[in-house]
């Protein structure tokens, strides 16, 4: 039986403050609304309490984000899909900028299960002026359990409409893409971060950007499997491959810091959740 959820945020600027709204229909709500920065950034947790998707559940998450204000959206653990018995467990996440507007898009990472149908669409539209930082971290099995992705298939939709779009399908049984030397080279956790703009980036400060994850991945033991480029004047994407989620989820740590202070002059806080 399919148990459907839905999620609907809409960020409103009061003053100095970022008001927020939640609205939810179904196991997908707001765990906490926090203001660690002061009024202006609202730190939301999302919570999915039953802990993971399985084949028939729909999640739905639509934020919108109207004119200066500032939205940082987490999870306090990771998306899991799970088994399914044929139909797909989907996963839909679209957000709207106003000109102005700021988001960070930062769940923890997705763990796909053996015999999983998983589907992660997620559809980010910037007006002129919005700009947001965001990451996608995907982990196929648990091979720190021995539990390998023999069997499965994944679909992940990536689009920033005009500037970006991305499709996969990884399936469990494509040994070529997962094991090739032009694919996933053996790894089992894939992690993709970037930082988009609603208006071209200035050449001096993309550069910027890009020097700043450039600096912190030369530190980084992900070094060999990792890289940074600006695929369009409004996106600069870093893509990393790894054989476990810590070292990827500690470099994109470390990159969204870098990215907060040379993009927006503002300190790598990081949400109070992840602390816990």
């Known amino acids: 039986m399919s148990w459907p959820g839905c999620l609907n945020l809409h960020y409103t600027r009061d003053g100095e403050r970022t008001i927020a709204l939640d609205r939810h229909h179904g196991p997908l709500r707001v765990l906490q609304r926090l ?17 993971g998707i399985v084949g028939g559940d729909t999640l739905e998450i639509e934020a919108r984000l109207e004119e200066r ?18 139909a797909a467990a989907v996963q839909q996440v ?11 898009w930062l769940p923890m990472e997705t763990i796909a299960y053996r015999d999983c149908i998983a589907v992660n669409r997620m559809h980010f539209d910037l007006s002129a002026g919005a700009e947001m930082i965001g ?15 023999s069997r499965g298939r ?8 005009g500037v ?10 494509d040994h070529r893409l997962l094991d090739g030397p032009l694919g996933w080279a053996g790894h089992r956790v894939l992690g993709t971060m970037w930082f988009a703009t609603g208006t071209g980036l200035e050449r001096d400060r993309q550069a910027r950007l890009l020097e700043a994850a450039r600096d912190v991945l030369e530190t980084s033991p992900l070094v060999d499997s990792a890289g940074v480029s600006a695929t369009h004047d409004r996106v600069i994407v870093l893509r ?34 992840w602390r816990t």
């Open 35 to 51: 203001y660690p920065e002061g009024p202006g950034i609202c730190h939301h947790v999302l919570v999915h309490p039953p802990g």
């Open 240 to 273: 990393a491959l790894a054989h476990r989620v810590e070292p990827l989820m500690q470099l994109f740590v470390a990159v969204r810091a870098a990215w907060r202070s040379a993009g927006w002059s503002l300190p790598g806080n990081a949400p109070r959740i």
């Open 94 to 104: 679209r957000a709207r900028l106003a000109d102005g507007a700021r988001l960070e």
């Open 164 to 173: 970006w779009l991305e499709q996969a399908r990884i399936s469990a049984d």
């Open 154 to 161: 994944y679909e992940q939709h990536l689009e920033l409409p």
């Open 69 to 86: 204000t500032h939205a940082l959206i987490t999870t306090p653990g990771a998306t899991r899909y799970y088994r399914s018995a044929g």
């Open 135 to 149: 990451w996608d971290l995907l982990a196929l099995g648990l091979p720190a359990a021995g539990e390998d992705w």
